[in-house]
């Protein structure tokens, strides 16, 4: 992390990686969870999302930061909701346009990327405050984490749930699909499952702080 | 578009519920549902906020249509949540601040909770009438508060339990709406009957 009187300045490898490790949107913030779970039935359709979503953060972000001196404080919200909201009719109309399958699987929830707090968030704490190159990296950065995550979690409940990854066949005839992996509950199920391998890693460095300790 | 209304009621409350079933307000449902005291409210908020934006969204939708606006749906609707929020969010200072106090932030997040727009977007996209829109907007509310309020009560109850400090926090409450989700999923025949 920067320190204060640098913010403005440098575009490290870690305005990237934030977004990527240390502040994963889906595993370390929990941020956006409605897409997040409603659309990763298989990998493919998570990774669409993730992209659609990237492409909608990086623009917003890079207009918000063009704009930022020019938006009064009050009304900030409003517009940065009404870029946002622009961009993500852009992107339903290019989706529509080029793959209705993948339109109709999607369904409201490329709409409802709008909503989706991670871009409403990125724009109101960076992309309102540094220069639009930081910003766009930094947005980058949020986007291919998102885009990982939902990635991590399509393709787990895909292996699950339908035993296919990428609508390829992964076990032969004889795997019994479990398919509540694909339903509703499963999306909690296996992202609490991610969440707690996530915890367990960055538990680790603390348990042995303590031992060393006792 | 022929749904009869109890058809709609019992299918949104209950069959497809917002959280449970589709996904929708996850943010408010693992971020406000720790008390049962503030759950409540939040979710009566959600659904007065629900029940305008539904009426505005179809009269701006015959608008958009009469005008072959259709494009700019999305973009209205949004800001029409985001006043009808900001409506809710003065009348509560006015008369419960208390309450508005202990929603914080989460009041104004309600703009950006996705099962307000996506009453909006799925009442236009069924094309509803107007009674059934508002049957749609007040039966998602409904299921929405009927579910942070089971999420709240479970998690009061787990505040006394025994748990693993690894497990603590969201990765619980993730596979305790699960559980909830997989509960829910046993409404699935209410609907089925036509």
Redesign the interface.
Known sequence: MSLPNQADEGITFDTFMEGVWRQNPVFVMVLGMCPTLAVTVSAVNGLSMGVATLFVLVSSCLLVSLIRHLVPKEVRIATYIVIIATFVTLVDYLIQAASLALYEALGAFIQLIVVNCIILGRAEAHASKNPPLKAVVNALGMGVGFAIGLLALGGTREILGAGKLFGISLFGEHFQPWVVMVLPPGGFFVLGGWLLLFALFRKKPVTEGGHAHD | MTDSLSQIFIGTLLTNNFV????????PF?GVSSRLGTAFPMGVATTFVMLVASVCAYTLNLLLNTFHLE?LR??SY??VI?SSVQLVEMVMKKYSPALFRALGIFLP?I????AV??VA??QT?REYNFTQSLVFALAGGAGFTLALVLMASLRERLQLANVPT??Q????S??L???L??TF?GFAGLGAGE
């Open positions: 449970l079933a589709m996904f929708l307000g996850l943010c693992l494009f999305l973009i949004i800001v985001a997040l703009t950006t909770n996705c727009l996506a977007l799925f996209a690894l497990v926090g969201t990765a619980l993730l596979i709406a699960g559980l989700s997989l999923m």
